[in-house]
């Protein structure tokens, strides 16, 4: 059963779409760490949940004119004559609307713990310091973290909207450090690696990843990041068949 319909329009009010980015050929899905939390997000509700969604990819070196009108940033949701493209708002907006499964948290420790390692990251990729030290430190903390809580998720035994940000992330830095940097996250970092092997076994998580090639795509695109070697170049080439790192150490 769709449920009622928006308006007499014949769309069901329980479903939304979204537009994420688009990998390299323009057509498949890419890699952009906010798009992936929102469609886990989507993913989530809808396999607990009431709502339905389509998932649509743009090139935004060439949006369609039909999106031109809706906005010029990714990702973004639409929910019958409901546009939005702020990150924060599409995340209230789906726990208003949808709130079933509750996926909200109110753990500010866990929180926190988050905020500073990805733009260390995004320092570390782009070169601004070649060292990994200030990268190292947030893991680490982070690291203590999991390991202190001792849960399975952030916040607790079940996934959150903090671990639908925070799992993107840290697959971005997995797959683009040791591809442009060849660095890795240390397998020391033992409960950082159970907590994304944890996410590895999740269906969602799966089936919301983008692949190695897509993520090297995103990165090796700006022009502050490495250039790769013509070694590398053959390796990552999304021309080659999808591959998915979800192996822990």
Known sequence: ???DTNGGSG???NYVQLYVKSGENGLNYGACPFCQMVYMILDLKAREGELTYDVITISMSRPPEEFKKLANRLPVLKHGDEILSDNDE????LDKNFPYPDLRYDNFE???VCLNFFSKFSFFI???KNSPESLLKELGSLDAFLEKAGMPYLCGETISNLDCLVLPKL???RVACKALKDFEIPSSMKAIWRYMGRAYTSTTF???CPSDQEIVYHW???AETPHLSEEKMKVYSTDTEPRFSVDIP
């Open 1 to 3: 059963m769709m449920g």
């Open 110 to 112: 866990a929180n926190a």
């Open 220 to 222: 090796r695109m700006k």
């Open 171 to 173: 697959q971005h830095i």
């Open 11 to 13: 769309v069901p009010t």
């Open 206 to 208: 799966r089936k919301t």
């Open 126 to 128: 782009k070169q601004v």
């Open 90 to 93: 599409i995340v209230q907006y």
